[in-house]
């Protein structure tokens, strides 16, 4: 395994991806780390849809106006979709899931990016959710935080330059 703050540095947003379907082992070991991931009152009320169907995912990847291409040549998308009804926090418990799936993946060596689908809306108004309820089967009380796609990486991105991070936003004992 890769040092924490070095796999922290190493992984960036990765879009385009080879045409390889991921082991089951490492879809697996992806799935493991977001339903290891913590959640307010452990109310664990996520949903992981796992997605690998090109054409599925070609009309997945005009959910929204903008930013959803990469869901159309990744290999593997996993929507995380939240039962909203079990806990206030859902979207803290969604993106932590989300987050942890993806550097278990970039410890894998896989490349993975955020697609952002809450109060996302196709350009004649539709909201990204709906799409991915008709496609996806998603009953609509399950409010959709996001699709994070996963693949073999096809880009080259320089890691985090840690000169660069924004210390002036920490605040030591007061504002
Ligand atoms: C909440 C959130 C929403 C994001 N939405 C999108 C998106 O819809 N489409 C996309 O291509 N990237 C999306 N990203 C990826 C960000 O653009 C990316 O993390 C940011 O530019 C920093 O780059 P890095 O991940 O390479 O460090 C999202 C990331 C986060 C955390």
């Known amino acids: 395994m890769t040092n924490l703050h070095d796999l922290l540095i190493q992984r960036r947003s990765i879009r385009k991806y080879k045409p390889d379907y991921l082991k ?37 990847s005009q959910c929204k106006a903008a ?34 799936m993806q550097l278990q993946a970039e410890d894998l060596g896989i490349g993975s990016c955020w697609i952002e689908i809450r109060d996302r809306y196709q ?25 994070i796609t996963f693949g073999y990486k096809d880009e080259e991105r320089k890691p985090q330059n840690v000169e660069k991070l924004l210390w002036e936003n920490v605040h030591i004992s007061k504002w």
């Open 24 to 60: 089951p082992e490492e879809v697996r070991l992806i799935l493991e780390a977001g339903l290891l991931a913590p959640t307010s009152k452990s109310s664990r009320a996520w949903h992981f849809i796992v997605v690998e169907d090109p054409q599925v995912l070609e009309q997945m």
């Open 67 to 100: 930013g959803a291409m990469p869901i159309a040549k990744a290999p593997l998308a996993i929507v995380v979709a939240m039962d909203s009804s079990k806990d206030d926090a859902w979207i803290e418990d969604a993106a932590i899931a989300s987050a942890y």
């Open 123 to 147: 350009a004649d108004g539709t909201p990204a959710q709906e799409k991915l309820e008709e496609l996806l089967g998603i009953p609509e009380t399950m409010p959709i935080v996001s699709v």
